[in-house]
């Protein structure tokens, strides 16, 4: 298992930006796709992006898309969340979780895919 820890969350206004940061365990980074999903009181956890091992493909959810980009350094074993024009709507715990697999976008943005979860990182969007 790889073991996660987020940070990066905090306050701000809409319309701002945060980047959120997972640094990973293990010494098979690069060969490991990494996700972020999120999850507001009262809501299932859901898919937010997921990025694969070699940084070539992603995928997003279309709420975020044109907003929010993943990315990873495979030299520092850390994954990134740039999200840029924040709304209120984007309040929520964010996790990032990582995976082994690679596959079909149904199979990516699935939370049964990811075997490892960081504990999380609270980001707030006042109005």
């Known amino acids: 298992q790889v073991q996660l820890v987020e940070s990066g969350g905090g306050l701000v206004q809409a319309g701002g930006s945060l980047r959120l940061s997972c640094a990973a365990s293990?010494?098979?980074?690069?060969?490991?796709?990494m996700g972020w999903f999120r999850q507001a009181p009262g809501n299932e956890r859901e898919f937010v992006a997921v990025i694969r091992g070699s940084g070539a493909s992603t995928y997003y959810a279309d709420s975020v898309k044109g907003r929010f980009t993943i990315s990873r350094d495979n030299a520092k074993n850390t994954a990134y969340l740039q999200m840029n024009s924040l709304k209120p709507e984007d309040t929520a715990v964010y996790y990032c979780a990582a995976t082994y697999r690679w596959g079909t976008i149904a199979t990516m943005t699935s939370r049964e895919t990811f075997g490892s979860w960081g504990q999380g990182t609270q980001v707030n969007v006042s109005s």
């Open positions: 293990g010494r098979t980074f690069s060969g490991t796709a």
